[in-house]
């Protein structure tokens, strides 16, 4: 009676303790999709070869902008990286670990991975871009991939945007 006592209070206490470790919601959001996309662009041939992975998350780290590009920073994935944890990423995408588990394993090596956020997307339909500071003008153009050459007052910039933005927002008929 004793011991069932006990491993009722020990299974209850790991439950509580691994759920009190676990991402949840918004919880390193960039770290999971970053992983869960780079994990896509792998080919089955690469995944169980963790240097391999090693080597494709440093191309995929070339192509990183923003927020994904701190992420390949803080693992070293990019030249200038002051440290490299890229075995803590390799090692278990090899093992098909879900995204969140691996990211679990990140935060504990280094915290910061989980501190990083992705800027709220500007919806340009209901926004109204008179009212938009320049810097989020030019961060609608940065996530186009595009550029105002010669764009000097706020009236050049939404001109530009209003001229790509059939190319880039979907509207609804």
Same mark, same amino acid.
């Given at each position: ?6 491993? *009722? +209070?020990?299974?209850? +206490?790991?439950?509580?303790? =691994? ?11 960039? $770290?999971?999709?970053?992983?869960? #996309? +780079? ?17 494709? +998350?440093?191309?995929?780290? #070339?192509?990183?902008? @923003? ?13 200038? =990286?002051?440290?490299? *944890? ?5 090692? !278990? &995408?090899?093992?098909?670990? !879900?995204?969140?588990? *691996? ?5 504990? #090596? ?14 340009? @339909?209901?926004?109204? &871009?008179?009212? &938009?500071?320049?810097?989020? &003008? ?12 010669? $764009? ?5 910039? *939404? ?15």
């Amino acid at each position: 009676m004793l011991h069932a006592k006990l491993a *009722i +209070f020990v299974v209850t +206490f790991m439950c509580i303790y =691994s759920s009190l470790h676990a991402l949840k919601g918004d919880d390193c959001e960039v $770290c999971i999709k970053t992983v869960e #996309k +780079f994990s896509a662009s792998l080919d089955d041939s690469v995944k169980k070869d963790t240097k391999k992975i090693e080597n494709e +998350f440093r191309e995929f780290c #070339k192509k990183a902008k @923003n927020k994904e590009q701190r992420f390949c920073y803080y693992l070293g994935g990019v030249e200038d =990286s002051a440290t490299g *944890i890229l075995s803590e990423l390799s090692k !278990p &995408l090899s093992w098909s670990m !879900p995204a969140e588990k *691996i990211c679990e394993k990140l935060k504990k #090596k280094d915290a910061q991975i989980c501190d990083l956020r992705f800027e709220k997307q500007i919806d340009v @339909n209901t926004v109204d &871009l008179k009212k &938009l500071k320049v810097k989020d &003008l030019k961060k609608i153009l940065s996530d186009w991939d595009e550029d105002c050459d010669g $764009c000097l007052e706020k009236s050049d910039f *939404i001109k530009r945007i209003n001229d790509l933005k059939h190319k880039y927002v979907k509207t609804e008929l």
